[in-house]
């Protein structure tokens, strides 16, 4: 079925009635306190979002310069070019009579 | 134009007073324009709240003056068809799905107080909604903007940035899918 001519007009003529049965409206007296609200606490968000990416890109910049700081730094030379077994080994030497016995080799032993 | 291009360019410039003036000269246009867009009055002022919120947040986009009204009917547009495409999500009952029994009772319910006209005006608006429920939001909003509104094509080139001849092809279609549906409801109510 197709649309008919006359049922364009009166299409027309219905919307033409819808118009006049919905006239411009009056806004109420909060209209524009209730707006300014929104517009603040928008305003507000945007505000805090902003302060917190620029927090984070401030710590984000120091911990890298620290990070850079201290990787670039010439590490300190030890007390003691002595490394830890060696210092051990020193502290209880082996020929140490107090600690350990000297080997002792028996040349008569048989099979040698 | 309902104010001079100096206050448009002051609230651009972040005057508040000039915008808060803006505000009080186009309000009841713009919902007007959302009454006949969303066809429910009580979300009428929130939509128009939006409209104006958005419009704070972007005027510093708006390349001169001269083009406000078009983009403030873009900024009207696009906030009726994000309510329309919400509300589609929301199941909603409308007295035109009640019984008759359930609207008197509705009605007894408000009082009863209702006139006689209010409520040929309320089913027109219902009769208009349904049969636009024939063709999808965008082309609703399209459709209303041209027929109800009375914008020229020229006007909407402008809204939608989309071509004269796209637009009448998209308004053609979409006035025949209307016309379909209106023609089909005026035999069902003859006969029945």
Not at chain 2, 46 to 65: C, G, H, I, M, N
Request: charged fraction near 30%.
């Amino acid at each position: 079925m197709y649309p008919t001519e006359g049922g364009d007009d009166k299409l027309d003529s219905l919307l033409q009635a819808y118009r006049e049965a919905c006239p411009d409206r009056e806004p109420s007296a909060n209209f524009m306190p209730a707006l300014w609200r929104r517009i603040e606490s928008r305003r507000n968000l945007t505000f805090s979002f902003q302060r917190m990416v620029r927090s984070f890109v401030t710590v984000a910049a120091a911990v890298t310069i620290a990070i850079g700081v201290y990787v670039s730094l010439p590490r300190a030379k030890p007390a003691s070019e002595v490394t830890y077994l060696e210092a051990l080994a020193e502290a209880n030497a082996l020929d140490t009579p107090e600690n350990v016995e000297p080997v002792r080799l028996d040349l008569n032993e048989p099979g040698r | 134009m309902l104010v001079d291009f100096e206050l448009i360019r002051r609230a651009q410039q972040g005057d508040s007073a000039a915008f808060n003036d803006v505000v009080l000269a186009y309000r009841k246009r713009t919902m007007g324009t959302i009454g006949r867009l969303i066809a429910r009055t009580e979300d009428v002022e929130d939509v128009a709240q939006e409209v104006f919120l958005r419009l704070y947040f972007s005027l510093d986009q708006l390349r001169a003056p001269e083009v406000f009204e078009p983009w403030l009917y873009r900024l009207t547009v696009n906030a009726a068809y994000d309510y329309l495409r919400k509300q589609r999500r929301r199941p909603e009952f409308r007295m035109s799905d009640l019984s008759e029994q359930q609207v008197m009772m509705a009605d007894a319910a408000a009082g009863g107080k209702a006139e006689h006209d209010q409520q040929q005006k309320k089913k027109l608006r219902e009769t208009v909604d349904s049969l636009l429920g024939a063709v999808s939001e965008a082309d609703r909003v399209l459709l209303l903007m041209k027929e109800v509104e009375g914008l020229s094509l020229r006007e909407l080139e402008k809204i939608y940035r989309v071509k004269e001849n796209a637009l009448k092809v998209r308004l053609f279609r979409a006035r025949q899918r209307v016309l379909k549906a209106f023609e089909t409801s005026e035999q069902e109510s003859g006969n029945g």
